[in-house]
């Protein structure tokens, strides 16, 4: 059995780089300010998860509706409105409903969705 030359020559080129190395064992200075750092923002992120998760809000929306400007048109009346939550809490799906009068007579009804109104 006679050995590979080149194995044998690879090996030693690799033995000879690694002694131009020296590498301390351990972990670095480095390593560490980056690891206490990393967990310092890791606990941070948890603990306000957590405490945002077990604070208790107010459940209910406080949405304010304000008429802005009331149009004829040929079927009807239009309303342009603005809506408010005055709440802690954003909100979606919020049915407005409107009756315009006159006296005690109702014109007409209408109602429209709010997608999504912000807290």
Do not use: C, H
């Amino acid at each position: 059995m006679t050995k590979n030359p080149a194995k044998g020559d690879k090996q030693q080129k690799q033995q000879s780089d690694n002694k131009g190395m020296t590498r301390k064992p351990g972990t670095s200075v480095t390593e560490w300010v980056v690891a206490g750092i990393s967990s310092v923002a890791l606990l941070a992120v948890l603990s306000y998860l957590v405490v945002d998760g077990l604070s208790t809000r107010d459940g209910t929306a406080r949405i304010v509706v304000l008429p802005l400007a009331v149009a004829v048109t040929e079927g009807g009346y239009v309303v342009e409105f603005t809506a408010a939550n005055r709440a802690g809490k954003s909100v979606a799906a919020v049915e407005i409903k409107g009756e315009l009068r006159n006296g005690d007579e109702v014109v007409e009804e209408s109602s429209a969705t709010l997608d999504y109104v912000p807290q």
